[in-house]
């Protein structure tokens, strides 16, 4: 059965201060990984796509990595307008996608 | 701008009365979702469409259906709603093939009282 779990469950880091949050995965052949920000009340958020270990991306502030057990979020000097909820998601080769629970995270001014 | 509408954006409805939440999407993507998020929760899988293809996921109640006219719209009937149906109801769109994303609607709160 496909699982995804993330940690920490909450976060809460002062302005400037750089953190990463943990995505773990199993997966029946990995099709891609998804990373995406869902503030309160609305739909998610896409930020990125990861396909294959050893893959990167960054979008400002942001930027995931992939292993073969794991992705990371890596936030680099965050900023109050970045706080919201990570949800990391995986879709396997029978094109099912999975989602993990989220990771709450408050930037403080 | 393309995108993916949900109407409506709240929806209060009395328990055992059945209700229709819509979905809507100018992004002309072949595969449609339901989701249902409770509170602090994942979103889960209700079901989904390939073009007209439908599958459901297995331990979707039987409350829960789903019809697709056609490309653009996706329909979620409630057919008896219980307290536990409450829920944000999440619709999405992705293009099929390796790692498609989706792209996610707004979201329909949903109460039962």
């Known amino acids: 059965e496909d699982q995804v779990t993330q940690s920490p469950e909450a976060l809460r880091l002062q302005e400037g201060e750089s953190s990463s949050l943990n995505c773990s995965y199993t997966?029946?052949?990995?099709?891609?990984l998804f990373w995406y920000r869902q503030d309160p009340g609305k739909g998610p958020e896409f930020l990125f796509t990861l396909y294959s270990a050893g893959e990167e991306k960054e979008k400002e502030r942001l930027k995931a990595t992939l292993t073969k057990k794991e992705s990371f979020l890596h936030i680099t000097a965050p900023k109050p307008e970045d706080s919201a909820t990570y949800l990391c998601a995986v879709q396997s080769r029978g094109q099912n996608f999975v989602f993990g629970p989220g990771t709450r995270l408050s930037v403080l001014p | 701008d393309a995108m993916v509408i949900q109407n409506p954006r709240y929806q209060v409805t009395q328990f055992g009365k059945p209700v229709t939440l819509s979905c809507s999407q100018t992004l002309n993507h072949n595969v449609m979702y339901w989701y249902q998020q409770k509170s602090s929760q994942a979103p889960k899988l209700l079901f989904h469409?390939?073009?007209?293809?439908?599958?459901n996921e297995a331990d979707t109640p039987d409350n829960f259906q789903s019809r697709r006219p056609n490309t653009s719209f996706c329909f979620l009937d409630i057919r008896s709603p219980g307290l536990g149906d409450a829920a944000m109801y999440l619709c999405a769109t992705s293009r099929p093939g390796q790692g498609g994303e989706q792209y996610f609607g707004p979201g329909t709160r949903l109460t039962v009282t």
């Open positions: 469409y390939y073009d007209k293809d439908f599958n």
């Open positions: 997966v029946s052949g990995l099709r891609g």
